[in-house]
């Protein structure tokens, strides 16, 4: 079975720049997270979907990022613009459902470096 | 207060000796707890979840959950050089929908 896919694997901008990122679930997985993770830090919910419908923001810097899953499927995290304090890991998770003790399945994450 | 502490260690124990880590949190109506590996430049990786209060074992993975004391933590028995990561404490807050929250981890090593 695939498991949750992620790009780029790394990526390093400046200050003000924008990027993004790219995940694709394991397949029939209806819920998708974005986390992310700094240096020395556990996982922090950035975004939860249920299908393509937002479940959960509540942790989202909204001024800077935004996410999308156009399709309920692959979804994409966008930082514009990017601030030094956004160097991390930002880590993809699916699980079948939002059920209560669903398993989560993580990715491999970008680790973003921002100068 | 934050919402699950963990001692960030590192917490440094002999090969075959038990290592003992331990989590509390400060919501009572948390509902389950996780805990998670890290090896370093990895993912998290799921290997115990717990429900209700008591003993759980899988292998030599043992997880306790003390609801009373908002308390949880994992023995590894027997340890080994490959247990060497961070363990991450995680629990399900109250309100569902699967959203889980972290410690910031304990360094476990394990040395020969």
């Known amino acids: 079975e695939a498991g949750v896919a992620q790009s780029p694997r790394y990526k390093i901008i400046e200050k003000r720049q924008s990027v993004a990122f790219w995940c694709n679930p394991i397949s029939g997985h209806a819920t998708l997270y974005w986390y992310q993770q700094i240096l020395g830090q556990g996982p922090k919910l950035l975004i939860q979907?249920?299908?393509?419908?937002?479940?959960?923001d509540s942790q989202l810097p909204k001024d800077r990022f935004s996410a999308e899953r156009l399709k309920g499927v692959d979804s994409t995290l966008k930082i514009q613009p990017a601030k030094l304090e956004d160097s991390a890991v930002y880590l993809c998770?699916?699980?079948?459902?939002?059920?209560?003790?669903?398993?989560?399945?993580f990715g491999s994450g970008t680790q973003l470096s921002v100068l | 207060q934050k919402e699950v502490e963990q001692n960030s260690g590192p917490l440094s124990v002999p090969e075959g000796a038990i290592a003992s880590l331990n989590c509390t949190y400060s919501d009572r109506g948390s509902q389950s707890f996780f805990w998670y590996r890290q090896y370093s430049g990895k993912s998290p990786e799921l290997i115990m979840s717990i429900y209700s209060n008591g003993d759980k074992e899988d292998g030599r993975f043992t997880a306790q959950l003390n609801k009373a004391s908002q308390y949880v933590s994992l023995l590894i028995r027997d340890s080994q050089p490959s247990d060497s990561a961070t363990y991450l404490c995680?629990?399900?807050?109250?309100?569902?929908?699967?959203?889980?929250?972290f410690g910031a981890g304990t360094r476990l090593a394990v040395h020969p």
């Open positions: 998770a699916s699980s079948l459902s939002a059920g209560v003790n669903e398993k989560l399945f």
């Open positions: 995680a629990l399900t807050p109250p309100g569902g929908y699967n959203k889980l929250i």
């Open positions: 979907f249920q299908n393509n419908g937002v479940v959960d």
